[in-house]
């Protein structure tokens, strides 16, 4: 067991040793209720579980600790090398165990989303008739990869990525537990801030960084020294831990002033259309393991306070990237990101639209805009008011489909507003076409 990996080594032995997924881990969840085992947890909720999230969050874990308890036998297989016949060939084996030892069976698929319908199909006798416990893990949304009886046979239990809070106490735990390092190393504090913002939430890749780490480490222990243990332990630096994951510590606090210093830039850039800097930027904060999630809520803002009616088509852009970085995640999100940043970027720019809906929101906040006009209120307060139907009394809303341009000349703003005058279109990109039309349109809406 100790030339195994330090990540398979310091594998939670209990549900106390778990970090993360508090969650999905509370008293009383249909997944603690698996783990704990009993009499209760086959009768209350499924009996089978489909583990989503991101690598690195426990779902191997989860599935041996639902193995350990009440001496359940552990099969594990990857839908990346296995068939059909290895899933018969586990389900024969499981009704063996449990008609000769009384012996039930989880089943770790890994990957699942990766079964085609037929493989999945496979599953659900055993799943059915409690022949296996099915532990399924994937990275993708269980909606659209896994079919639906399958799902209604399972409870599905969304774990997330470990907050750097969690993932320092993974790695403060390797180094001292007996089954990790056994305090035969300590880390400096911007070497542990380095690994545990390159982890990005992984507790898989926290261990294995921590491991390299210490490998360089004690390569360049004296000779004569020996090896580290508690009395005379190894220090790990930020070299060792840059050297072991051969890339340079980014400066970058996401809690501090530098996560605010590089966004501001990046959005500064974007709407200085300077495509390189806003590359840079968006790289800096992708390597420091910000969430992508982050990057693109403030490129869908910039598409809008930015460029807005100059390429509308840059707000389609970001939504969509918006979008794709939630279902695809890292490290292929940095390809969606990186095109929307150059969309922004070469897009021309315009914050008409910005100052415009600026303007109105002060007018509220400073007390103006009275009465709704009579003809533009709701059917039954203009029934009361004497003011309902389409046309009629010199008070009546006028139906702008029933002219001949589709705009019909009528006050729509209230009294006090009436000659408000927000949005000034700029002569940039698309709504330079915007000018002509909407000087006419305001002149025949007010009457002029």
Known sequence: ?????????????????????????????????????????????????ILWGPPGTGKTTLAHLVASSAGRRFVELSALTAGVKDVRAVMEAATRDRDLYQRSTVLFLDEIHRFSKAQQDALLHGVEEGLVTLIAATTENPSFSVIAPLLSRSVLVTLTSLTDEETEEVIRAALDDERGLDGGFTVAEDALAHLVRMAGGDARRALTALEAAAGVALDDRPAGRGLPDRADPAPITLTHAEQAMEVAAVRYDRAGGQHYDVASAFIKSMRGSDVDAALHY???????????????????????????????????????????????????????????????????KSNAVYAAIGEAIADVRAG?????????????????????????????????????????????????????????????????????????????????
């Open 1 to 49: 067991m100790a030339s195994a990996p330090l990540a398979v080594r310091m594998r939670p032995r209990s549900i106390e040793e778990v970090r993360g997924q508090r969650d999905a881990l509370r008293p009383g969840s249909p997944l603690r209720r698996l783990i704990e085992g009993g009499a209760g947890a086959g009768r209350i909720g499924a009996s089978s579980a």
């Open 282 to 348: 968006l790289a800096r904060m992708l390597e420091a393991g910000e969430d992508p999630r982050f990057i693109a809520r403030r490129i869908v803002i910039s598409a809008s306070e930015e460029i807005a009616m100059a390429d509308p088509t840059a707000l389609q852009t970001a939504v969509a990237a918006m979008h794709a970085v939630a279902q695809i995640g890292m490290p292929e999100a940095r390809l969606i990101l990186a095109q929307a940043v150059v969309h922004n970027c070469l897009a021309p």
């Open 368 to 448: 103006k805009g009275g009465a709704v006009p009579a003809p533009l209120r709701g059917t039954e307060t203009a029934r009361r008011a004497g003011t309902a139907g389409r046309t009629g009394s010199p008070g009546s809303y006028v139906y702008a489909h029933d002219e001949a341009d589709s705009v019909a000349t009528q006050q729509y703003l209230p009294d006090d507003l009436v000659d408000a005058d927000y949005y000034h279109p700029k002569a940039r990109g698309f709504e330079e076409r915007i000018i002509e039309r909407w000087a006419w349109l305001r002149s025949r809406l007010r009457g002029r």
